[in-house]
């Protein structure tokens, strides 16, 4: 009767390792796109797998929309001024991120970072901006998230007078290749997260896959952005398994085992 029943436990644990559990640590469920379809968007990743979802603020109207929702789903969020609206960055908007930094439901400080491809704010306000938010990470021991295009020198640079003092981090939607994935691994507890870009023809990230440890990497879909090439239209957390098919493939992984990392991974540094 014990053994059977033993039996019978062991069978269901074993069932659910197999499960596919995926960590989504990009998706901007409080973009207004969602608004009107959050519930069902909700339920299609659960049904591939989603069971986390990370909910990253831009600005500060988007960061306090991130909050209340991983307050009400359950999820974390981050809150931060991306370098496009470096140009209307002041002392006001630095008052309100830190007031909710405060939030327990913030554990992350993003997503921030430098943009010299689209260049919608000057270089300086963009440098300076970083700054500012990089210190507010230090202020309040959280790992910062951090958008790049074209920017890496400089992002390396400035990085490196932070990086004894931040507690790491995150390059999401990694654009670079191996020599920039290389450059990053260097920084204690900064992770590369791959998104839906990997699935592009001409992907220079998809390059550096093979670069990135596991136990380093990340997979997020930045809904609802960067949509993969399988799908049309507007991208969503049930599409990152387009993602980790791409990674799977390349690494020669199953899936539930890259999934299952990047979710650990994806826990450690944005749950603690
Ligand atoms: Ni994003």
Same mark, same amino acid.
Do not use: W
């Given at each position: 009767?014990?053994?059977?029943?033993?039996?019978?436990?062991?069978?269901?644990?074993?069932?659910?390792?197999?499960?596919v559990r995926i960590y989504d640590s990009h998706a901007h469920l409080n973009d207004p796109q969602f608004k009107k379809d959050l519930e069902e968007v909700l339920f299609r990743a659960k049904q591939n797998g989603v069971e986390r979802i990370f909910i990253p603020g831009y600005d500060i109207k988007s960061s306090s929309r991130a909050v209340e929702l991983a307050k009400s789903l359950n999820f974390k969020a981050s809150a931060g001024v991306h370098p496009h609206d470096a140009k209307d960055f002041n002392s006001e908007t630095l008052?309100?991120?830190?007031?909710?930094?405060?939030?327990?439901?913030?554990?992350?400080?993003?997503?921030?970072?430098?943009?010299?491809?689209?260049?919608?704010?000057?270089?300086?306000?963009?440098?300076?901006?970083?700054?500012?938010?990089?210190?507010?990470?230090?202020?309040?021991?959280?790992?910062?998230?951090?958008?790049?295009?074209?920017?890496?020198?400089?992002?390396?640079?400035?990085?490196?007078?932070?990086?004894?003092?931040?507690?790491?981090?995150?390059?999401?939607?990694?654009?670079?290749?191996?020599?920039?994935?290389?450059?990053?691994?260097?920084?204690?507890?900064?992770? $590369? %997260?791959?998104?839906?870009? =990997?699935?592009?023809?001409?992907?220079?990230? +998809?390059?550096?896959? &093979?670069? *990135?440890?596991?136990?380093?990497?990340?997979?997020?879909?930045?809904?609802?952005?960067?949509?993969?090439?399988?799908?049309?239209?507007?991208?969503?957390?049930?599409?990152?398994?387009?993602?980790?098919?791409? $990674? %799977?493939?390349?690494?020669? =992984?199953?899936?539930?085992?890259?999934?299952? +990392?990047?979710?650990? &991974?994806? *826990?450690?540094?944005?749950?603690?």
């Open positions: 009767m014990y053994n059977d029943k033993n039996t019978r436990k062991n069978r269901k644990e074993g069932e659910q390792n197999n499960k008052k309100k991120l830190e007031q909710l930094v405060s939030s327990p439901h913030i554990t992350a400080i993003g997503e921030i970072g430098l943009d010299f491809y689209k260049m919608y704010s000057p270089k300086e306000a963009q440098i300076s901006v970083f700054r500012s938010q990089l210190e507010i990470a230090i202020k309040f021991r959280l790992p910062v998230i951090l958008h790049v295009r074209d920017a890496f020198e400089d992002i390396f640079r400035i990085l490196s007078e932070y990086n004894n003092e931040l507690p790491g981090g995150i390059f999401h939607c990694f654009s670079g290749g191996p020599d920039e994935a290389e450059e990053i691994l260097k920084f204690k507890n900064f992770y $590369i %997260s791959f998104a839906g870009s =990997i699935t592009y023809r001409n992907s220079r990230a +998809k390059r550096a896959i &093979n670069t *990135v440890p596991l136990d380093r990497m990340l997979v997020e879909t930045d809904s609802p952005y960067l949509t993969p090439s399988k799908v049309k239209g507007r991208n969503e957390p049930a599409y990152i398994v387009y993602t980790l098919e791409v $990674i %799977s493939k390349i690494l020669n =992984i199953p899936l539930q085992i890259v999934a299952k +990392k990047t979710y650990n &991974n994806a *826990v450690k540094i944005l749950e603690f």
